[in-house]
């Protein structure tokens, strides 16, 4: 059942985390430092293609959305640790860039898991 609906977590999951994002930053009005701008980069585009791999039902596709969250992993590994020692802005909400990282790792597992990577014989 997993495999089967993974790339709807994937969807469901990038969705969640990029409405979670602007809630924090529009309706909370924490402003997000560079790092966290650099995590959005690689979220945002997410749920909408995303969709269109589901409403289109193009599973093979996955492998090529599969740098975004690999991508944001590290930015996210990238603010943790500059964080932990540089970083004022995100004092107050540290837990955030460990959230992000835990969420682009997901997507990524769901989109490996879902996808069709295997090459059709010819």
């Given amino acids: 059942m997993i495999r089967k609906n993974s790339l709807f977590f994937a969807y ?10 602007l809630y924090i930053s529009e309706a909370l009005g924490e402003e997000a430092c560079k790092l966290c701008w650099t995590q959005r980069v690689f979220l ?3 749920p909408v293609l995303l969709f269109f791999v ?21 930015a996210s590994t990238n603010h943790i640790v500059f964080s932990l020692s ?27 898991l879902g996808g069709n990577l295997r090459r059709k014989s010819s």
């Fill in 12 to 21: 469901v999951l990038a969705l969640l985390a990029t409405l979670a994002s």
């Fill in 44 to 46: 945002f585009p997410l």
């Fill in 54 to 74: 589901l409403f289109f039902r193009r599973p093979d596709v996955t492998f090529f959305l599969l740098p975004l969250p690999i991508l944001g992993a590290l």
């Fill in 86 to 112: 540089h970083c004022d802005d995100c004092s107050n909400i540290s837990l955030l860039p460990f959230w992000s990282l835990a969420v682009f790792l997901l997507i990524a597992f769901f989109l490996l």
